[in-house]
């Protein structure tokens, strides 16, 4: 189980989100790239980056912050937030995003996403965003009828790296990941899973850690973090402890 912290970017500073309201935020850095490094200093494997005004926008609005957090760091970065067309994914991957985020095109424009899967095969991740079972796009802002799932098995055949699958209604709460939907949709998809959530502790992570033979692989954690709630350094000890116990199914890339 990968540890991943949550690097949420809005003007220009790291922020979080309560259930992803643009109106509910908390500043908790004013400098993204000190915040990356701290991370890094505690352990961070890989850190998970969202562009929260490029979510809204339909394009990335911190695409030189991402970059210098990139270069300090020198880890694996997963990138999310106004990715729509394949020059944006092109521009992030130059610039040594290891993968990209894909979650309101998988539904609005699925061609393009089969493209990106099969350009970049293992540098794709579909970001699945669920509010009440359904799907959530557009920066959270407008939901749809379809279910993780049946978004999930469109892009089986194109073989993305992973699923980052989001309980809104538990994103920022900490009242605790959803632990069953995510084993469901791991199980069911066929495709390696990124929890994400309602982290509010170890306990969680330990919850998680259960299920990764299932195919939940990572989980990644924001306030918990921030708050102190979950220490990365302990959460990581105890991951790397259980490593390799239950390996996560994979595709070949």
Partial sequence: MIVIPAIDLKEGRCVRLVQGDF????????????MALAWKDQGAERLHVVDLEGSLAGVPR???????????TGLP????????????????LR??????????AALRDPAF????????????????????GR????GWTETQADTPLALACRFAEERPAALVYTDIARDGM???????????????AGIPVIASGGVSGMKDIENLMAIEGDGVFAV??????????????????RTRHNRGKSPPRTFET
């Avoid at 109106?23 to 000190?34: I, Q």
């Avoid at 610039?95 to 979650?103: E, K």
């Avoid at 996403?113 to 669920?130: E, L, Q």
């Avoid at 900490?174 to 069911?188: D, I, K, P, Q, W």
């Fill in 77 to 92: 970065v997963q990138v999310g937030g106004g990715i729509r067309e394949m020059k944006t994914v092109e521009v992030y």
């Fill in 62 to 72: 911190h695409a030189e912050v991402i970059r210098n957090i990139v270069t300090a």
């Fill in 220 to 237: 990644i954690a924001g306030k918990a973090l921030y708050t102190g709630a979950l220490s990365l350094t302990e959460a990581i000890a």
């Fill in 174 to 188: 900490e009242t605790g990941v959803n632990v069953e939907s995510t084993r469901e949709l791991a199980l069911s």
């Fill in 23 to 34: 109106r509910r935020e908390t500043v908790y850095a004013d400098d993204p790239v000190r």
């Fill in 113 to 132: 996403v089969r493209n990106a899967c099969r350009d970049f095969p293992g540098r794709v991740i579909i970001g699945i965003d669920a509010k009440g």
């Fill in 95 to 104: 610039m040594d995003v290891r993968w990209v985020i894909l979650g309101t």
């Fill in 135 to 138: 799907l959530a796009v557009q």
